[in-house]
């Protein structure tokens, strides 16, 4: 057999906790200007243009995808954030995942249990494709949550087809 090589890109939705963020977000920067404001009317234009950028700036920030790169039994996936700021957030073999199931396969749920962190890369909608894996990472028990598309998931199948169940 060749090569594997797959790749996704998964945006994460925006949800009420955001939104609240980015309320509060801007009322921290009113809040700053007027402060400035009343302390030192001197720096006013200044203070508002610092906490319009950096509410700018935080607000970007909430602007998130995960992009799965699968290569030949090592999946990879990066953050982006704002569609500019791509950071690796983990690498893993896949041989090395002790399961893999949907998020609510009731079949596995007590072999997705037990583990010491939660690492969510996926859209933050459960959907037919959401899938947990349990693996040891930096000697932790993790359960990794993300959405691989029907090439991901028959490339990772055809490595560890006795630990993957895939939502019928």
Same mark, same amino acid.
């Given at each position: 057999m060749g090569d594997i $090589? @797959? +790749? *996704?890109?998964?945006? =994460? =939705?925006? /949800?009420? =906790? #955001?939104?609240?963020?980015?309320? %509060?977000?801007? %009322?921290? !920067?009113?809040?700053?200007?007027? !402060?400035?404001? !009343? $302390?030192?009317?001197q720096v006013f234009v200044f203070a508002v243009a610092i906490a319009a950028y950096g509410a700018y700036w935080l607000i970007q920030r909430q602007n998130i995808e995960y992009e799965?790169?699968? /290569?030949?039994? +090592?999946? #990879?996936?990066? *953050?982006?954030?704002? &569609?500019?700021?791509? @950071?690796?957030?983990?690498?893993?073999?896949? &041989? +090395?995942? #002790?399961v893999m199931a949907h998020v609510e396969d009731k079949d596995h749920a007590h072999e997705l249990t037990g583990f010491e962190k939660t690492l969510d890369f996926s859209s933050g909608e459960i959907k037919s494709n959401t899938y947990a894996a349990i693996f040891v990472h930096n000697n932790q028990k993790v359960k990794m949550i993300f959405e691989p598309n029907e090439e991901i998931l028959k490339g990772i199948f055809h490595l560890i087809p006795r630990k993957l169940y895939i939502k019928k």
């Open positions: $090589f @797959k +790749e *996704q890109l998964v945006a =994460k =939705k925006r /949800t009420s =906790k #955001d939104g609240m963020i980015t309320a %509060l977000i801007i %009322l921290a !920067a009113i809040v700053v200007a007027l !402060a400035a404001f !009343a $302390f030192i009317p799965y790169s699968f /290569t030949n039994g +090592e999946l #990879d996936i990066d *953050q982006i954030i704002n &569609k500019s700021n791509r @950071k690796r957030v983990v690498s893993v073999s896949v &041989k +090395e995942f #002790d």
